[in-house]
């Protein structure tokens, strides 16, 4: 037997492998360069919430029609992949079907809910891709999404178009070729879809049919290694993030913006309250955030996480009046001055060198951030439970604690409240005036 | 009106059941302070024994932290929280969503641990106790859109208790385009209230104010003061004839009190 394909077959896979280790690795380095948060209470609730969210996508609902599409794809994806399975062990060992044997009709059947299900998942694409291109939906069509974003999703469409195709296709000329009892093929599987194919290639010579089927036998499995290695440089990473992401989810009710412990001895001190026994009180050195190094590593993970679906900006009170905020561009800023840091890291062996850039400004301006209402309408919107305000909060608190480079309204605010208790200029003993007011 | 004072009621040794925190826009604001008003003639006319800081309150510290002023924030906190703790309060009633979600979320962690009602919460227990009742019929069938506070829905998950009480009215509930958890807001939240607008094609109040005029209400209820003045200019803006009301306002207004 020859078994220079089998050797072929399990170099290319360890070398898809050693890729995708490569980048998780990265991604994690990268993830980590984010400040600590804890979250690691409520482990139940945190697991529902995956479960929910991720597993059961939950919140996709809220755009029924693109719900549908994505459950289907999703699905489709991941119970083809057990077919996968069986498409490795047969590459490294040179078998043909070689669950068949163990699994007897049920195999049959198996078999032939994959090709329906690629079917679906086809259909679905097509649809995906229609209302992108055709339909123009608008929220796919908003500034941020030129160039590389836009062509991503397309060629997520396409990746997953071909990959389909193939798999219809080889079954097909597999099925052909098992009709003709050829040699090493089985009888095995029920091919309802492909069979449809068929009368393509009945006329073609046995000899050749079987080198069709090698070949989109092989096309099918190296696309789906170079679709594993596309993931870290595409939105489609969530659709492994999107389940770290709702597990380390911010739990809290959404109104509850996180409290800054380390400067309120500080703050009781200066006010007079009591003498703080807490030495150990860590005013930090930075307040707020001005480059990726500054959020926390949940903020990080949320922006590779991000789908770019831009549902969070289709209802930002602000994007929906002109204004140039948008929460999906603040997700995929940070993603990309991340990963621009994460290479200079890489370059510089192991050390951050100063690009002179950072977040703010090169990325994010401070006319996006100061447009926000800090509605949560984005926080509610996302599909996979990322968090946004979060970051521009962050950012704000870098401006005015760090810069003093708030707008100067709302300067004048804070100094009224500083002096008065009111965000307007009036005297605070004036508060119970209304009671002597009549109507 | 007469308005105790905590002060004055320790002074006399009586504990309030209630403080009622009137929050700046309540105390300062022409228009905020007719819903100040008719919360307080609700409260009266339920015998609800009440009080107010008075001059010992001071912002909740809201706006300043959502500008990124931790800083300020925990300053106001901390003392609003030091004259709670004087008078040993327990239960807070506010009638601005943005006070609610500070002192219910944002102040346990600063030591300062109340129950925090929302107005429209507080009038559904009194309203279940049976302490309020609501028979006047001036608002009956009237068409009455309500627009959600992104402070008290969203952010606190507050979406019933409002539309409980105008249903209550006999009024006809109209919902928005956006409502409940996707509620759009009226463009006063993160202190955009104090500052311009930033560059864009429309203010986010005349884009709510469509939405909440597209429904064809009578009236426009709020339950928030930024939201009522914020729809307010709206309704001016776009010259109509609908008035935009506070769930307490229409509470008392139904009553006549
Ligand atoms: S919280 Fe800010 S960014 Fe998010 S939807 Fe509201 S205004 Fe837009
Ligand atoms: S943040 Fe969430 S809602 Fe917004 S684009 Fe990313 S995945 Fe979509």
């Not at chain 1, 097909?172 to 089985?186: A, F, I, K, P, R």
């Not at chain 1, 439970?385 to 003093?404: A, C, G, Q, T």
């Not at chain 2, 919902?175 to 500052?195: D, I, R, W, Y």
């Not at chain 2, 729809?231 to 609908?242: F, R």
């Amino acid at each position: 037997m020859d078994i220079l394909p089998n050797l072929l077959f399990s170099f290319i896979l360890i070398l898809a492998f050693y890729f995708f280790v490569n980048n998780i690795y990265k991604l994690y380095k990268n993830i980590s360069l984010g400040k600590s948060v804890n979250r690691s209470d409520n482990r139940k609730k945190r697991i529902l919430n995956m479960l929910c969210v991720a597993f059961g996508q939950s919140k996709m609902g809220a755009k029924p029609i693109a719900g549908i599409l994505h459950i289907i794809v999703y699905v489709g994806f991941i119970i083809i992949n057990i077919e996968l399975l069986e498409i490795v062990v047969d590459g490294i060992l040179g078998t043909h079907r070689i669950f068949a044997d163990y699994m007897g009709e049920l195999y049959n059947y198996l078999i032939g809910s994959f090709e329906i299900l690629a079917l679906l998942v086809l259909i679905s694409v097509i649809f995906f891709w229609a209302r992108r291109n055709i339909l123009k939906i608008e929220r796919f069509w908003k500034p941020e999404m030129k160039n590389w974003p836009k062509k991503d999703a397309d060629l997520i469409l396409y990746f997953e178009f071909i990959i389909m195709t193939l798999f219809l296709l080889m079954n097909s000329t597999d099925s052909l070729l098992q009709d003709n009892n050829y040699e090493g093929y089985v009888k095995a599987g029920f091919f309802p879809i492909s069979d449809l194919l068929k009368p393509l290639f009945v006329s073609f010579d046995i000899n050749y049919l079987f080198i069709l089927e090698r070949s989109f036998w092989w096309m099918h499995i190296i696309l789906i290694f170079i679709f594993l290695n596309y993931l870290y440089y595409s939105k489609h990473l969530h659709i492994l993030l999107a389940f770290p992401n709702t597990y380390y989810a911010n739990l809290n009710i959404k109104g509850m913006f996180d409290i800054d412990k380390n400067i309120t001895n500080e703050v009781k001190l200066m006010l007079g309250f009591e003498n703080s026994n807490d030495q150990n009180d860590q005013v930090p050195d930075k307040f707020g955030a001005s480059d990726v190094f500054d959020l926390n590593w949940v903020q990080l993970m949320n922006s590779y996480s991000c789908t770019e679906c831009g549902r969070c900006s289709s209802v930002c009170p602000a994007n929906l009046t002109g204004k140039k905020l948008s929460p999906r561009k603040i997700m995929m800023d940070t993603r990309d001055r991340l990963e621009e840091v994460g290479s200079n890291i890489f370059k510089n062996k192991g050390k951050f060198v100063s690009d002179n850039k950072q977040l703010l400004n090169n990325y994010i301006t401070k006319e996006e951030l100061w447009a926000c209402t800090s509605c949560n309408a984005c926080v509610e919107a996302c599909p996979i439970e990322i968090d946004p305000l979060s970051i521009i909060m962050d950012m704000r608190k870098y401006l005015v604690m760090e810069k003093s480079e708030a707008p100067v309204d709302l300067n004048n605010m804070m100094s009224n409240i500083e002096n008065n208790g009111a965000p307007w200029p009036f005297n605070n003993q004036d508060r119970m005036l209304w009671t002597k007011e009549n109507n | 009106m007469k308005v105790p004072t905590l002060l004055e009621m320790s002074s006399r040794g009586e504990k309030p059941e209630v403080v009622f925190w009137i929050g700046c826009a309540g105390s300062f604001d022409d228009r905020s302070k007719k819903i100040t008003k008719a919360f307080v003639k609700i409260l009266n006319n339920s015998n609800i024994s009440f009080a107010v800081l008075g001059a010992e309150e001071s912002c909740s510290g809201d706006p300043a932290k959502r500008s990124g002023n931790e800083f300020l924030f925990q300053i106001q906190a901390l003392k609003n929280i030091n004259s709670l703790n004087n008078y040993n309060v327990t239960d807070i009633v506010t009638t601005c969503p943005h006070c609610f979600n500070t002192l219910k979320n944002e102040y346990p962690e600063l030591g300062g641990k109340y129950n925090v009602f929302h107005h429209s919460q507080f009038l559904k227990r009194l309203l279940l106790s049976g302490k309020l009742k609501v028979e006047g019929e001036k608002f009956k069938g009237k068409k009455i859109t309500y627009h959600d506070p992104c402070y008290l829905g969203r952010a606190n998950n507050e979406y019933k208790a409002p539309r409980e009480l105008i249903e209550k009215l006999k009024a006809n509930l109209l919902e928005m385009k956006n409502s409940k958890s996707n509620g759009l807001c009226c463009g006063a939240g993160g202190a955009q209230m104090f500052k311009e607008p930033e560059k864009g094609n429309k203010d986010i109040n005349i884009l709510r104010t469509e939405q909440a005029l597209d429904t064809k209400p009578d009236i426009i209820a709020a339950a928030c003061p930024f939201c009522n003045i914020m729809m307010t200019d709206g309704i001016k803006n776009k010259e109509k004839d609908v008035s935009v009301m506070d769930i307490a306002e229409l509470i008392a207004n139904a009553e006549d009190l």
